[in-house]
């Protein structure tokens, strides 16, 4: 947003996050008439920032970018700038609940540490996908990642993979439950790149037996080496280099790579219940839960990518609305 923010002490919505989920529940504070602070490390932080085209948003037929729906969403937040304080680039570093019950955010923000409370806060920092590292770097797979040629999300992109060959990233159960559920879209063929690390690593003997079995039963076959490069994105096809010479060409690439991070410590600090996949656990207003007692923690919200969802944006801007509607009812 043009301008440069003025910090007040105090807010009532603390947001620290600024994706798709922060910036709308942002939005929907001011909306509602109260002052929100938004904390964000910057929109090449967030998830869809390396999404060249997302076909489910409503109102965009043609389909939209990641970097373009977020610029709209910060364009949005005009309307609200006398009760928003958007504070980019900002990284939020700790959070407490204050024996008042108000919540003390600490931030930095140009080059100062700088510390603000609120009636409530929102937890919107997202989770963080892990890249393949090649040759000791995550870089080269970025060009792939942004011409999307390589995926990262089946339920975003799924419907771009009938009839096409897919070179899926990843070697433990998580990347073949991938490489498995993306022959739902019917692809040509899909062959998994282990990277050089053994298939099914970390895996008990009955899961290791059961998806080497549906493996070859869906006919998913797989290359062991060691990946050193990437080709072909001018005829954009995702060309593999191998460390014993070899080289493939897919039509697509995708990762099943799963989290490099996701971003624990801040709801952690606050007591938060972590279910067993890693995301934060809610309750339907998206009030977070506590670990302790299983109660909602009163005033704290968790919504977007952090929270125990399906990792969409219609479902980022969903639990953002769902937790200020809550918030407004409840504690502002
Ligand atoms: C390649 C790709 C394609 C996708 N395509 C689609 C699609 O087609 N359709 C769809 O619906 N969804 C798609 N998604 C999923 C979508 O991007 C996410 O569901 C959405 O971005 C989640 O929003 P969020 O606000 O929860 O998190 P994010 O958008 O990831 O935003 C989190 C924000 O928190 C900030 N942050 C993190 N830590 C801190 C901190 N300590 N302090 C301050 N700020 C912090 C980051 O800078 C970032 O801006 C795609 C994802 C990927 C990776």
């Known amino acids: 947003m043009p301008g440069f923010p003025r ?23 001011g909306l509602l008439g109260y002052t929100a602070l938004l904390v964000d490390r910057g929109p090449k932080y967030g998830r869809s920032y390396y999404a060249p085209k997302m076909d489910n948003i409503p109102g965009f037929p043609e389909g939209i970018s990641g ?11 005009k309307q609200v700038e006398s009760a ?4 980019a680039p900002g990284l939020a570093t700790k959070i407490v609940r204050l024996p008042s019950g108000e919540y003390e955010l600490e931030f930095e923000w140009l080059k100062r540490a700088h510390t603000a409370r609120g009636r409530a806060a929102v937890l919107a920092v997202g989770v963080v996908d892990r890249m393949p590292v090649v040759d000791g770097k995550i870089d080269p797979i970025f060009p ?4 999307g040629i390589v995926d990262f999300c089946i339920l975003c992109d799924g419907h771009t993979l009938p009839g096409r060959s897919v070179g899926v990233l990843g070697n433990d159960a998580y990347a073949v439950r991938t490489a498995l559920d993306l022959l739902h879209f019917r692809p040509k063929s899909v062959e998994l790149l282990t990277l050089g690390r053994p298939l099914l690593e970390g895996s008990p003997d009955a899961e290791r037996e059961e998806l080497t079995r549906r493996m070859t039963e869906m006919g998913i076959s797989r290359v062991d080496a060691p990946v050193v ?6 005829e954009k096809r995702f060309g593999v280099r191998f460390a014993d010479g070899t080289s493939r060409i897919y039509d697509k690439g995708f990762s099943g790579l799963g989290w ?5 410590a801040l709801p952690q600090s606050l007591g938060c219940r972590i279910d067993e996949e890693g995301y934060v ?11 302790s007692d299983g109660r909602p923690i009163p005033g ?11 990792n969409q944006i219609p479902e980022a801007w969903a639990t953002a609305e769902r937790a200020i509607i809550h918030a407004y009812a409840y504690y502002l």
């Open 7 to 29: 910090l007040r002490d105090a807010y009532d919505v603390l947001i620290l996050g600024g994706g798709h989920a922060g910036l709308a529940a942002a939005l929907k504070t």
């Open 300 to 310: 704290l919200y968790c919504v977007g990518d952090l929270r125990n969802g399906w």
């Open 144 to 147: 792939w990642a942004n011409f």
């Open 281 to 291: 656990v809610t309750d339907e207003d998206c009030r977070a839960i506590a670990d």
């Open 67 to 77: 970097h373009k729906l977020l610029d709209l969403q910060i364009a949005a937040l």
């Open 260 to 264: 490099y991070d996701q971003h624990h």
């Open 84 to 87: 928003v304080t958007y504070v």
């Open 229 to 234: 490069g990437f080709d072909q994105i001018r």
